[in-house]
Each structure stands twice: as C-alpha cells, then as structure tokens.
Nanobody
Framework: QVPLVESGGGMVQPGDSLTLSCVAS????????MGWFRQSPGKEREFVAA????????YYLDSVKGRFTISIDNARNTVYLQLKRLQVEDTAVYSC???????????????????WGQGTQVTVSS
C-alpha cells in the first residue's frame, strides 16, 4: 500500500493555476506536520512548503511565497498545495511527505520526513 498518493498535476501555461492533493493512508499522516517537495531533471529535490498538523503554521520556499498555498484537512488525511501564477521554473515532479517526530526541528529538510508519495508531474510551458 502506497503511504501517500498525490494527484492534480498536469500541463499548464505560464500564469495558470493548479491544486495538488495528497492523501495519506493508515498511520502515515503525520502527528506533527506535512510537506511538499519538488524535483526537476538534473536538480536536487527541494523543499516547497510545509504545514503543522493543526494548520496553525506554514512554511514556504522564498520563490513560491505569495503564489503557492499549503492547507490541510485532518478529517480526510489530506494535504493540499494550491499553485497560482505558475512559471516555467515551477516545472517539476511534486511529492508530499509526512513529517517524522523530528520534523519540528527542521521542516525544510528531507531527512525529517519519513513517508513519501510517488509524486505528480507539473509542467508549465507556453
């Protein structure tokens, strides 16, 4: 059983919007926080956004602040990433991840997440 399943990716034009969803199964929904990362060909996987499990605090990569919004629905074990004013540079595979018990110490580091989804492709092209 895949611990986290993302959906919502697609091919869009610059300036368009998308909303990504990530559904957690079983016990893979973190008690601490959830995050989104992205990876482009030839590049390291990078942090995009994270949110505490109560939704009280959010964190963003500087280049997406004001354009992307992370939110959470605990009743549905689902975390969302709303992407607006998409740019060609946002093209990547977007993956969600479930924070470990060490997550509060560094929400931007891949090593502090214990479950990962397989990702959903977002392609921004004119």
């Amino acid at each position: 059983q895949v611990p986290l399943v993302e959906s919502g990716g697609g091919m869009v034009q610059p300036g368009d919007s998308l909303t990504l969803s990530c559904v957690a199964s079983g016990d893979t929904f973190s008690k601490y926080g959830m995050g989104w990362f992205r990876q482009s060909p030839g590049k390291e996987r990078e942090f995009v956004a994270a949110i505490t499990i109560n939704g009280g605090s959010t964190y963003y990569l500087d280049s997406v602040k004001g354009r992307f919004t992370i939110s959470i629905d605990n009743a549905r074990n689902t975390v969302y990433l709303q992407l607006k004013r998409l740019q060609v540079e946002d093209t990547a595979v977007y993956s969600c991840a479930s924070g470990s018990d060490k997550w509060p110490y560094n929400v931007r580091s891949r090593g502090f997440y214990e479950y990962w989804g397989q990702g959903t492709q977002v392609t921004v092209s004119s």
